[in-house]
T-cell receptor, first 111, second 116 residues
Framework: EDQVTQSPEALRLQEGESSSLNCSYT??????LFWYRQDPGKGPEFLFTLYSAGEEKEKERLKATLTKKESFLHITAPKPEDSATYLC????????????FGKGTMLLVSP | GAGVSQSPSNKVTEKGKDVELRCDPI?????LYWYRQSLGQGLEFLIY????????KSGLPSDRFSAERTGGSVSTLTIQRTQQEDSAVYLC??????????????FGQGTRLTVV
């Protein structure tokens, strides 16, 4: 059974204070790892897909990286508008038609 | 439309009643997913449709839950004889291709179901 664990559960940062969110996974053959952002009362918004260890993707202040066991979402000089819950999901060779999600990290960036 | 559309946005129902939740996927997307998100929990997979193939129903929690997709587009999730534990946000997502293409899924805003 695919498992995804995200840490920390919640993170509070000051504006400009860089940090990283972690997504650890256990799957039988990773086919893809997906990062989403979810604002309160809204559906998840797609950010990145990573397919193989060593891959990196960037978008504005966000950078996602992938190893064989985990992924990191690095947030550089965050702004209050980056406050949201960040979700990690995996697709594997066993649960091929589904995305298995972690419980998310709730990020709050204070001005 | 520009994105995945779900209706209603909110639904309050009495215990024991049946409810129908609707999802309009992004035009041209062949794959459609239903997920459930409960307070403090991660997204729980319910069902997956891909084109004309038989749906993957492995995530449906009980036989009170069913879903259909008509004409490869609009989908309806039906919950019969609702229970209080069915209260959650039901999210629909669509993807331009099936799982073999390994593409991302785009989510709607969800339907918040409250069973009283």
């Amino acid at each position: 059974e695919d498992q995804v664990t995200q840490s920390p559960e919640a993170l509070r940062l000051q504006e400009g204070e860089s940090s990283s969110l972690n997504c650890s996974y256990t799957v039988s053959g990773l086919r893809g790892l997906f990062w989403y952002r979810q604002d309160p009362g809204k559906g998840p918004e797609f950010l990145f897909t990573l397919y193989s260890a060593g891959e990196e993707k960037e978008k504005e202040r966000l950078k996602a990286t992938l190893t064989k066991k985990e992924s990191f979402l690095h947030i550089t000089a965050p702004k209050p508008e980056d406050s949201a819950t960040y979700l990690c999901a995996v697709r594997s060779n066993s649960g091929y038609s589904t995305l298995t999600f972690g419980k998310g990290t709730m990020l709050l960036v204070s001005p | 439309g520009a994105g995945v559309s779900q209706s209603p946005s909110n639904k309050v129902t009495e215990k024991g009643k049946d409810v129908e939740l609707r999802c309009d996927p992004i035009s041209g997307h062949t794959a459609l997913y239903w997920y459930r998100q409960s307070l403090g929990q991660g997204l729980e997979f319910l069902i997956y449709f891909q084109g004309n193939s038989a749906p993957d129903k492995s995530g449906l929690p009980s036989d009170r839950f069913s879903a259909e997709r008509t004409g490869g587009s609009v989908s309806t999730l039906t919950i019969q004889r609702t229970q209080q534990e069915d209260s959650a946000v039901y999210l629909c997502a669509s993807s331009p291709q099936g799982w073999r293409a390994n593409t991302e899924a785009f989510f709607g805003q969800g339907t918040r179901l409250t069973v009283v």
